[in-house]
């Protein structure tokens, strides 16, 4: 794959200066300890709603020990996640959506052309190519290790009726 086939040129990210932590992802996602799956934002580009961010993978992962036993290998849906993530994060950073929070709306043309393992930095990349405000976002989403594809698809963002969620919470308290 040629770098002008990538959402963002992943040779021109820099891993020393990402332009947001774990702290920052946090201000904008929900998610803790084992489901976070972004460590941190490397690029954005508002003109054309893309942005870029790393996971760096451990022998820690909590998937490591049971997938597979003997051979190690990040779970597809995982990968998805993280591409979810980084789209929330940017969505939320720059209340595209008009919602409290951001959930999978779905998924298309899912393809992984590639295995990530314990040490591997997955780079994540986004493009929102349609913003529906208050009803969904539509994002492209390719997935990374040492500037090969390892992942691509579309995937679909709906706003999550955290009213509802918190609701049903209290009543099953």
């Known amino acids: 794959m040629s770098t002008t086939d990538f959402i963002i040129d992943p040779t021109l990210l820099d891993f020393e ?21 972004l460590t941190a934002i490397l690029h954005e580009t508002k ?21 597979m036993p003997g051979m190690p290998l990040m779970p597809g849906v995982m990968i998805l996640e993280a591409a979810a993530q980084l789209a929330s994060y940017y969505t939320q950073k720059h209340d595209l959506l008009g919602a409290a929070m951001v959930g999978f709306g779905g998924l298309d043309n899912v393809r992984f052309r590639g295995v990530v393992t314990p040490g591997s930095r997955l780079v994540v990349m986004v493009r929102l190519e349609r913003v529906r405000r208050n009803r969904m976002i539509v994002a492209p989403f390719q997935g990374v290790v040492d500037n090969q594809l390892v992942a691509e698809g579309v995937l679909r963002g709906i706003p999550i009726p955290v009213e509802v969620v918190n609701e049903q919470m209290s009543k099953s308290s």
């Open 17 to 37: 200066a990402p332009i947001a932590t774990i702290e920052e992802i946090r201000r904008y996602n929900p998610q803790r300890f084992e489901m976070e799956q």
């Open 47 to 67: 003109a054309g709603h893309a942005c870029a961010a790393y996971k760096q993978l451990t022998e820690e992962e909590f998937w490591v020990r049971g997938h």
